[in-house]
């Protein structure tokens, strides 16, 4: 899956989508796709990333008691 940093505007390659998708993580692994060369991995914060499309991601995955807040 692929997502977009939102200060860099960079492609980020995600590789655990299970740490993107869990509230209780708030990094996840990724891949710069920035180069032409293969980046190494890195953790990036969830807060800090987007869909390419612009599109925030969903409270559900950034947020632990998103149904209390």
Not at 19 to 48: C, H, I, W, Y
Not at 51 to 63: A, H, K, M, N, T
């Amino acid at each position: 899956m692929l997502l977009q940093e939102k200060e860099s505007g960079d492609l980020i390659e995600i590789l655990d989508v299970d740490d993107l998708m869990s509230p209780s993580k708030n990094e996840v692994t990724g891949r710069n796709q920035a180069g032409q060369e293969e980046q190494e991995p890195a953790k990036f914060e969830k807060t800090k990333l987007v869909f390419p499309s612009g599109e925030l991601l969903p409270r559900c995955w950034i947020e632990e008691n998103y149904k209390t807040n």
